[in-house]
């Protein structure tokens, strides 16, 4: 499944289109925060535009220790994370995301 949805993204890249969440292809709401797990590292921020196979985030916060998932998720503290403004992130890198209903962090902690 996933891999159709990035193939059907690649094709409207090279056809020049660009790809914005219609609401049946990708699972990501644009202006809507998430905090993504990718295979090496954690991201939190807000997605601004889909283009080809990437999300691209703003106010976005690299999460180096979420703490107790359950607690990051439920009431939005994290143990460490560092801000870095604007961020990519490749689709096929993501194992899972879940939406972020908390105030986005603008610090190092």
Known sequence: MKTQLIEKLLEKVLNGEEEKWNGSDIPFAIGKAYLIRTVTYHM???????????????DASWVA???KFSTAITKGELSESEYVGDAIVN???IVDA???GHKIPKETK
């Open 91 to 93: 689709l096929t890198a």
């Open 44 to 58: 939190l921020g807000r997605i601004e535009k889909i283009s080809g196979d990437f999300l691209v985030m703003a």
């Open 98 to 100: 879940f939406p972020w």
């Open 65 to 67: 220790d979420s703490g």
